[in-house]
């Protein structure tokens, strides 16, 4: 399956460093921030929530998405999450939910093929990493700036399996060297 051929995906294309901003000024750590700096088109979920619920007319206002979405060569699926402020497994549990309902809708496709074919991934800023996070997480964070393995926390590991075939935690620059390679 390739994203460019539903329409719906196609006209929500986005540069990817423009679906990672975060305007608000997250209690004193600043006003814009871009959690990635790859100016690269994917698809910007969040317009494609839009679309789908204004087509359907009903309201966005209680409805979740992640930020964005792209797959690599071999057509596999990445949605990634960007956070920047306070990390709330159950509000990002609630916006996997809703981006695959609208995916598989989309898509006309079950959960099996995100959990064959898809991998979640949490972005979250390196400062916030080095400011808040414990010891062992940040440890965790910066040695995986080249590792293959996947790193699932706050809660997410859950999804792996179930959901998706992989979930991931990344700090904003291990995300950016890795999506350089990809994209």
């Not at 317009?47 to 309201?59: A, D, F, G, H, P």
């Not at 966005?60 to 306070?86: H, P, R, T, W």
């Not at 995986?144 to 590991?157: H, I, P, Q, S």
Request: hydrophobic share 35%; proline share 1%; with cysteine.
């Amino acid at each position: 399956m390739k994203l460019n051929n539903y329409t719906e995906f196609k006209m929500c294309q986005a540069p990817l460093k423009d679906t990672s901003i975060d305007d608000s000024d997250n209690k004193g750590m600043g006003g814009t921030v871009f959690l990635s700096q790859i100016t690269k088109n994917v698809v910007g979920f969040d317009r494609v929530k839009e679309n789908y619920t204004k087509k359907l007319s009903i309201s966005c206002k209680n409805i979740c998405s992640v930020d964005a979405l792209f797959q690599n060569k071999d057509n596999y699926l990445f949605f990634v999450e960007f956070k920047n402020g306070e990390i709330n497994p159950t509000q990002i549990k609630h916006k996997v939910r809703d981006t695959l309902l609208i995916f598989n809708s989309i898509t006309n496709n079950q959960i099996d093929y995100t959990r064959t074919n898809a991998k979640f991934i949490l972005v979250v800023n390196d400062e916030r990493i080095e400011k808040q996070d414990s010891k062992k997480k940040k440890a965790m964070y910066m040695a995986r700036k080249t590792t293959k393995k996947d790193f699932a926390d706050y809660g997410l590991e859950n999804m792996r399996g179930y959901l998706f075939d992989k979930v991931d935690c990344l700090g904003a620059s291990a995300f950016d060297k890795w999506v350089a390679t990809i994209l």
